[in-house]
């Protein structure tokens, strides 16, 4: 594919647009001027925290808060970097503690996180007739990861138009659903579920921190959040290929390894939740086998970013929490609105250690091999994430004086990780310290562990070469 309409290598601005140059090289970080320059990951980042901020602010206004006093800062803070991370967790009531302008907030902060800023800020300045320059691109390129700059604007354009579809599909599924209980409140219902289950959200407009589980006959409901939440969560380069490409041999080798890996996650997940929990009365147990099956299909995809539950998550057993925990931490798909390590990364793991016990030299996949790079970053994305959430979980215990059991608060942490949202009431019970670091391990979740770590981490190549050595292992 050639290079997109909009980009100028040599940087001129041939359309007139030379106005947007210094705002868009102030937000990129890309100052040919000055020494001082901000990397495409520190960039991404400084996104994200540049939403939350102004998030914050707008939650903290007398028009957000619907009781007499002002959202304080930190609890304002905290449901703004969950929304903007598309999280889930949250220490106000949605419904009844904010304003219809604060749930509006929350809409905006939840679609414009669920995509991406800069992605949207992109598609703006790039209608408008600006031409980006290559470092620009490259910024963008970064927050997309992607491996080159041909096709990036199409990309752009192809997320918006399925997201915008898929949410205005099931706004108006969901708006006449509710209709004959909300009335004209119904198109307000019908969006804001719509667009919080498509960016794997998990906020809800029902009340009381209960999500579902005041509608658990409601399986129409559960089957259109779910659905959009797989469709949110199965990534938008996937989509394309499901669309576009005709026959299983042409996807790519991505669209094939993440089809695969949601299928048996998705499989796996509800047949161990339905086996562990039919017998439970205080979760599923009290329902047919149809309907125990239909819960424990919702909770295995909500569970894996999305943060929606249809049963007190606090009345499961401990292996219950546990398959969740697992299904949380691995998380949905990359370019996708959900968070974990994601799917592509669990795979190259699992089947690189297959490999070293058959002695297979190579990772090879449908006719494919796999490089030794990628699987280098797999196993540092699987060993920081898993060093993170277990640090930060045994530091929460520490603030949170051991209240709590370890695995409550494993638990708490991995859904934050994970941007999933899911809780078992520890979420409200966090002071300011507690509240930050859940703030902080949600901001690490969505952005990705490595772009994270590359903010700080000044990479260096090296041309010498040094001698190898063996060591003993296990």
Known sequence: ???????????????????????????????????????????????FVMMIGIGTLLLMLPASSAKDTTIPFMDALFVSTSASCV?????????NDLT????????????????????????VVHAMGYRFRLKESIVLKESLGQSGRAGLFGLIR??????????????????????PEYGMDAIGYGIFHAVSAFCNAGFDLFGNYDSLCGRQEDYFLMACLGLSVMLGGIGFTVMYDVLHCRGWRKY?????????MNAILFAVGTLLIFAIE????????????????????????????????????????????????ILMFIGASPLSTGGGIKCTVFFVIIRSVWAVFRGESQITVFGKAISNQLRNQAFAIFTVGTVWVVSMGMLLSVLDGEVHDLEEVIFET???????????GLTLTWDDWGKGLLALTMLL???????????????????????????MLG
Request: charge should be positive; aromatic fraction near 8%.
């Open 414 to 424: 991995v859904s934050a990780f994970g941007t999933v949202g899911m809780g078992i």
């Open 87 to 95: 999280t889930g967790l949250t220490v106000v009531d949605v419904k």
């Open 445 to 471: 979740g969505r952005v990705g562990i490595m772009t994270f770590l590359m903010c700080f981490i000044q990479q260096r190549q090296t041309a010498v070469k040094y001698s190898e050595k063996d060591i």
């Open 252 to 260: 790519s080798l991505h669209t094939k390894i993440v089809l695969v």
């Open 158 to 179: 192809r997320m918006l138009i399925y997201t915008f579809t898929v949410e205005g599909i099931f706004a108006l599924l969901l708006t006449l659903h509710f209709y």
């Open 278 to 325: 039919a017998g439970n009365e205080s979760t599923i147990g009290a329902f047919s086998g149809g309907k125990q099956l239909a819960h424990a299909a919702f909770m295995s995809v909500s569970c894996r970013t999305a943060g929606f539950n249809s049963f007190d998550l606090s009345q499961t057993v401990q292996i219950t929490q546990l398959v969740m925990i």
């Open 100 to 123: 219809f302008f604060g749930k509006c907030v929350m809409l905006m902060l939840i679609q414009v996180g669920g995509l991406g800023i800069m992605t949207l800020g992109t598609m």
């Open 1 to 47: 594919m050639g290079t997109d309409r909009g980009i100028s290598p040599q940087g001129r601005d041939t359309d007139g647009m030379a106005v947007l140059r210094p705002v868009l090289q102030w937000v990129t970080g890309v100052k040919a001027q000055h020494k001082f320059r901000l990397k495409p990951t520190q960039t991404i980042l400084l996104s």
